[in-house]
């Protein structure tokens, strides 16, 4: 669904530079978000219950570019197997779609390195790590808006469906590539216990190393390894980082090319998935309440075809893939769910399936024309 209208909101849309907080926040909230982004800066030690398997030790060794809250080079490695038409396997009996590489000196004494991709597994993938600016506004936006855009029968003929994701308890997503989980606090848990190894009130299970029960004496720490509390600053930081701010024009022609690129950005379809703007609903914090933010995503999944297949989710095939956030493009370099894509026509030549319309106008565009859309999209 596009909403021509939706740009002329932007200019109201919450917006900072990267890393900064919501403007408007209490000094209360500003103090949660000061002592979550501490706690998100902090590099966990084993005796802190990093482990026994992760991937990193702080997560801003992975969300750390152009500021906390960012990106990194890490690629996370999933697996899963698809059962056609529609079945996911997880994988769980073997450890679970998240494959850890680093394993603590206590369980590499016992020989465990790291783990492996499960045998039965019949798709890899490795997402790179994603801007984590602006979703405590996506988190903010009700539920009713998300299923109001998509289409899953395309019944409006435009070629572009869209689906809710779902967890596995079939709950509404919104995070994650795949959709499938519906809240910021949620998230987080499953980060910190995947990426990090670190066990919470939300997800008090240490897990397995594929699959069989971690060796006696490899982690010594009691669970939970992370309190209620510490989860619930780690939220609030997340929730209360800003959108990015658009950049601005360099003058009067550049503003007239970048309203040109806005243009075709939405004749050509684009803006059918890249919703510009959403906006949240009723929000006990002010800063998030009533709030247009500029996301430039649907947060729904779309089937983008075979060339971006990646894993299959909860309730997504394995060519289902959430919609891209275009906000703070111009600060990523390496684009699509796999950073295979170094530039903007590289990343939507590879868009096919629901998308292939909006991939060959693009391709079609007069030079002018596209060159004048590039402009805007590195306004983003
Ligand atoms: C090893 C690298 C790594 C570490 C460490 C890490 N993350 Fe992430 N994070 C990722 C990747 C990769 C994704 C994308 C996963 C996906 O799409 O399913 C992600 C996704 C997220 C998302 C969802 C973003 C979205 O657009 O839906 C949140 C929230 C998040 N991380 C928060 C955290 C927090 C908080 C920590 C620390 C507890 C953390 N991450 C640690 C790599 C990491
Ligand atoms: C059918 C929905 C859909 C349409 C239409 C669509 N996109 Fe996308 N776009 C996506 C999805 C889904 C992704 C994520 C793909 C991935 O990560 O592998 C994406 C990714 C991108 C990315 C990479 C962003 C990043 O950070 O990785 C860019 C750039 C992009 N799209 C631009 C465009 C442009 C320009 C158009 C119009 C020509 C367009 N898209 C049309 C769904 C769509």
């Keep these: 669904m596009d909403d021509g209208a939706a740009d002329l909101r932007a200019a109201g849309a919450v917006a900072a530079a990267p890393g900064e907080p919501i403007p408007g926040l209490t000094p209360a909230q500003l103090a949660e978000f ?163 190894g670190l066990t919470s009130p939300l997800r008090p299970d240490e897990g397995t190393v594929n699959g069989r029960p971690f060796p006696p004496g490899s982690d010594p720490t009691p669970e939970p390894e992370v309190s209620q509390r510490q989860l619930d600053l780690l939220a609030a930081y997340v929730r209360f980082l800003a959108p990015i701010r658009r950049a601005p024009a360099r003058d009067a022609e550049d503003s007239a090319t970048i309203a040109r690129g806005e243009r075709i950005f939405h004749e050509i379809g684009c803006a059918a998935c890249h919703t510009p703007v959403l906006r949240t609903g009723p929000s006990p914090v002010a800063a998030l309440d009533h709030k247009a933010v500029a996301l430039y995503s649907d947060l729904l999944l779309h089937d983008m075809g075979p060339a971006l297949r990646n894993v299959c989710g909860r309730a997504s095939t394995p060519t289902e893939i959430r919609t891209a956030i275009l906000m703070g493009l111009r600060y990523r370099r390496e684009l699509l769910h796999d950073g295979r894509a170094l530039g903007i026509p590289e990343a939507v030549a590879a868009h096919g399936g629901e998308a292939t319309r909006a991939r060959a106008a693009f391709q079609a565009l007069p030079l002018a024309q596209r060159l004048a859309l590039l402009r805007f999209l590195d306004t983003l």
Excluded: W, Y
């Excluded at 009996?93 to 597994?121: D, F, M, S």
């Excluded at 979703?135 to 409006?156: F, T």
């Design 34 to 196: 000061r002592a979550g982004a501490a706690l998100f800066n902090k590099v966990f030690s084993p005796a802190e219950g990093l482990g026994p398997l992760f991937n990193e030790n702080q997560c801003s060794a992975c969300h750390t570019d152009p500021a906390p809250g960012g990106t990194g080079e890490q690629r996370l490695r999933k697996a899963t197997r698809f059962l056609p038409p529609n079945r996911c396997d997880t994988l769980t009996a073997e450890g679970g779609e998240n494959v850890r590489t680093q394993a603590t000196p206590l369980l590499r004494a016992r020989g465990i390195r790291r783990e492996t991709v499960p045998a039965a597994a019949t798709e890899q993938a490795r997402f790179t790590v994603p801007f984590l600016f602006g979703l405590g506004l996506a988190e903010a936006v009700p539920e009713a808006e998300l299923a109001a855009r998509a289409d899953a029968a395309d019944r409006d003929h435009d070629g572009i469906s869209g689906r809710l994701g779902r967890d596995s308890d079939g709950r509404i997503g919104r995070f994650g590539r795949k959709a499938e989980t519906p809240g910021i606090a949620e998230f987080i848990a499953d980060a910190l216990h995947f990426e990090m």
